[in-house]
């Protein structure tokens, strides 16, 4: 396999809302770098990066996939990521790892809320980004309808290279500003060859004054072509591109694109635009970590020579060749059969195999350097946000943080035959998804797992079924409630024991404080000198946190809770670590009690689009679900209401509207927050929950 030079690599994640036209833009992708020689599709389940079962038969993308093609002397590392909300967490992982990305909106729908939340995960990531208005081809395709909604939605800086030559069931082509030529596709052999002709008159106006606006916004981003621009000298092809690139790279400006993936028109250009402005390894600052052993901030080049590092950013489980570590390799390089430090646990691994992916293909290599993508076969107890080092040279990058899961389902083995296969599916599943959380409940003796939505967890039981073999008997889904306080409460508590030999002595005064929603947990140590020792400090709080697991109302973990310790004391020879835990823990239990405690539950952001005739009736039913309906957009032919609704109402809601619009109507939800229960119903969920 040929090496390529570092500033001929791109690593690039390709995102959207769903239905967007993704996973098909990634498949003419693949088809025009000659990576296959056959167009997959979606709707026939034959598209190369859905290659689950699952994706096959649902027609959406549930896991992340990687692949790597080459277009103009450049290799390009692609990671097609799903759109559905349900499995967020595969954009979120994916884009630590990744240079630049291509969001792509559609442009019917405009930006969509999924479009909204993988946005503001680029921004977190400060990723460079191109857009690729797709679909405009379809009934109701308005391109600068969609540049309109970037900004006013997004807060986006769109600058557009391209705009299209007509619209709807009449698009031709696009209108490329940087040359101000017009690009048409032979519909024979699947638009593979194209060519450039005159700008049509009646589009000249246009096309001038949006090169006019291009220049405009790219001149503050380069210095030469503002002065070009200033001394109305001729600005060069050449100009436009560097500079272009330049703001793309400083996230200071978003190239916007058009054209119809399905229809096979403007792939080619954006496969140019990959290579021309997304950047490369060696354009993007060095990724800095803390040395663990000096606690100080260091860099990592992407260069050869220096030290090994990487992140692992998924775990995934082949049938073929067992867990694959995907990692994202940003210094040194690595053999196969080396041993490489986990930052993390403290511990060396081997990397017994070293594996380039094109989905669930698998290409053997014998090294990997930095700047690539690949998977590492061997490493057993390495997860998803870890740093990969060596001992000489440890580094620890920062660990990603991912959303908590909201919907929960009580699960059991049919026999004692399939418990212990039921765990070891669940430890496998745990590894692969830090979204998916598995908890044993010593009250009923069930295991309750948890997710993201009813599709994360309906998708990860199928595949308990039908990967793993596993049987079980499976409960109703209900949401994941959380608990708070509402007032301050202080509480002294003594932990005292006596056992005839060395006793247990631990005495703690804390005070719990609520805190704003979505703030967690804070612990503040105000205690006085020498009263506690201070290597006890930390059993303290941890203490806390334990008794933070189980809540006071109903057993639901405790949030937005912050925690004082005020004052204790301690025995020289009877204070312990475990002591001083159990004391902390007593104590926070009591103040829970004391403080007002209430329920909180998961609310929703609901995005609905229904032709106008079918509004009414859908307000009136999301109101008796207890939303706040924030408003209704126009769009061509249809309105799109927005509303916050609580999770636990929105069971089965895809039958309701599909009833209440003859199937017209379409809906997508993303987690907004969690919200306290009104008084009246925290007392009948807490009277179901404790079964009177």
């Known amino acids: 396999m040929k090496t390529y030079k570092l500033e001929n690599v791109r690593n690039i994640g390709i995102m959207a809302h769903i239905d967007a036209g993704k996973t098909t833009t990634t498949e003419r992708i693949l088809f025009y770098t000659g990576k296959v020689h056959r167009v997959g599709e979606v709707d026939e389940g034959s598209a190369t990066m859905d290659w689950m079962d699952q994706e096959k038969e649902r027609g959406i993308t549930i896991t992340s996939a990687a692949t790597t093609c080459v277009w103009n002397d450049t290799q390009i590392n692609i990671i097609d990521t799903p759109g559905h909300v349900d499995f967020t967490v595969e954009v979120e992982r994916s884009l630590m790892v990744l240079d630049g990305a291509i969001i792509i909106f559609s442009a019917v729908e405009g930006v969509e809320p999924q479009s909204e939340t993988v946005w503001r995960q680029a921004n977190k990531y400060f990723t460079p980004r191109i857009s690729f208005i797709n679909k405009m081809d379809r009934m109701g395709a308005n391109f600068f309808r969609t540049v309109k909604m970037m900004e006013e939605r997004l807060s986006a800086k769109p600058v557009l290279l391209q705009i299209p030559l007509g619209k709807e069931e009449n698009f031709e082509g696009i209108i490329d500003l940087v040359c101000m030529k017009v690009v048409k596709w032979f519909k024979e052999r699947w638009g593979i060859e194209f060519y450039e002709e005159d700008i049509p008159k009646n589009y000249i106006e246009i096309a001038h004054h949006y090169r006019e606006l291009l220049i405009e916004r790219v001149c503050d981003c380069d210095d030469v072509i503002t002065k070009k621009y200033i001394e109305e000298e001729q600005i060069t092809e050449d100009d436009i591109i560097k500079a272009v690139r330049k703001g793309t790279i400083i996230d200071a400006i978003h190239p916007v694109f058009c054209g119809s993936a399905f229809r096979n028109k403007g792939v080619q250009n954006l496969l140019n635009a990959v290579v021309n402005f997304l950047p490369s390894p060696l354009d993007i600052p060095p990724i800095e970590g803390v040395n663990p052993e000096t606690e100080k901030v260091e860099k990592r080049l992407p260069q050869i020579e220096e030290p090994f590092s990487a992140v692992v950013f998924k775990i995934a489980n082949d049938f073929h060749v067992g867990k694959l570590v995907f990692v994202r390799v940003y210094s040194g390089e690595v053999k196969e059969g080396q041993a490489v430090y986990n930052s993390n646990l403290k511990k060396h691994e081997r990397v017994n195999r070293i594996l380039l992916m094109h989905a669930n293909k698998r290409i053997h290599v014998n090294s990997i350097s930095c700047g690539n993508i690949a998977a590492f076969v061997g490493l057993k107890e390495s997860r998803t946000g870890h740093t990969l080092s060596t001992k000489k040279h440890p580094i620890l990058f920062q660990t990603p943080t991912f959303p908590e899961p909201v919907i929960s389902v009580a699960i059991e083995p049919t026999s004692q035959k399939d418990s212990e296969k039921l765990n070891s599916t669940l430890r496998t599943l745990k590894d692969e998804d830090p979204t998916f959380e598995v908890k044993y409940d010593e009250e009923t003796g069930q295991i309750v797992i948890s997710g993201m939505g009813e599709l994360h967890i309906e998708v990860l039981l199928n595949r308990m079924i039908r990967e793993f073999g596993v049987k079980a008997n499976i409960g109703t889904p209900h949401v994941a409630y959380k608990e708070t306080i509402k007032k301050e409460q202080t509480v002294e508590e003594k932990f005292v024991k006596q056992t005839g030999g060395k006793g247990q002595y631990a005495h703690v005064k804390i005070r719990v404080e609520p805190l704003g929603r979505g703030n967690g947990f804070e612990f503040e140590n105000k205690i006085r000198h020498g009263a506690i020792p201070s290597e006890f400090i930390s059993s303290i709080e941890k203490g806390i946190t334990e008794a933070m697991e189980n809540g006071v109302l109903a057993g639901f973990p405790v949030v937005d809770v912050k925690a004082i310790l005020l004052d204790g004391s301690h025995h020289p020879v009877d204070s312990s670590n475990i002591a001083f835990r159990r004391a902390s823990s007593i ?48 769009r061509e032919g249809s309105r799109i209401i927005e509303a916050f609704v609580p999770l636990s109402e929105m069971f089965g809601y895809a039958t309701t509207l599909r009833s209440l619009s003859q199937g017209r109507a379409v809906y997508s939800m993303q987690f907004h927050g969690y919200l306290r229960i009104p008084e009246d119903l925290q007392v009948s969920i807490l009277k179901k929950i404790r079964g009177f």
Do not use: N, W
Not at 606 to 622: A, F, N, Q, W
């Open 587 to 634: 104590a926070f239990y009591k103040a829970a009690e004391e403080a007002s405690p209430i329920l909180l539950e998961p609310v929703m952001e609901l995005e609905i689009v229904s032709p106008e005739s079918y509004t009414g009736e859908i307000i009136k039913d999301i109101q008796s679900r207890r939303s706040q309906v924030l408003g209704m957009r126009h």
